[in-house]
């Protein structure tokens, strides 16, 4: 029996599919590739929910399961030609934090994701190390790594 019902499901989907948007584009640089992940991520979320143990734990562990799907796209299409007119597919943003993240999109994968997850979603270091399958410390180094190399790029 799953700790969270369909319906508190359908509320908790609806609240986090905007972040988990902007974590698979932030990935995968590619709107289409981006919701295709949403939505297996999605899929694959409701499929594996009896296996979520506390419901507090839902936003880091559907973060999880979204970043591992954008991973397993981006694995898949590393070998096509990337897409010229990049702006075309980047989120609209109405606030001042835009070219920050054109910044952060620049970014190498590896210290990208962890930067995403931790100031855009705030997650906490553990948490990242569990999302992305990696030992926290390695974590506290991409994320130091990714912010000086924000720093040097700004």
Known sequence: MSVID????????????????????????NHEDAQDAVSESILKAYEKLPTLRKSEKFRA????????????????NKHTTPVENMEDYMPQFQDEHHELWDVV?????????VIL?????????????????IPEG?????????????????
Do not use: C
């Not at 562990?61 to 898949?76: C, P, T, V």
């Not at 999109?105 to 994701?113: A, Q």
């Not at 390695?138 to 700004?154: D, Q």
């Open 61 to 76: 562990w559907i973060m999880q399961i979204a970043a591992n799907e954008a991973k397993r796209i981006y694995g898949k």
């Open 117 to 133: 997850l931790y100031f855009y979603e705030q997650l906490s270091m553990k948490e990242i190390g569990k999302a992305l399958r």
């Open 138 to 154: 390695t974590v506290k180094s991409r994320l130091s790594r990714g912010k000086r190399l924000l720093k040097e790029m700004l």
């Open 6 to 29: 369909d319906e508190t499901f359908e509320k908790l989907v609806q609240e986090y599919t905007p972040n988990l948007y902007r974590l698979t584009l932030g990935i995968l640089h």
């Open 105 to 113: 999109m620049k970014l190498d994968i590896v210290y990208r994701e």
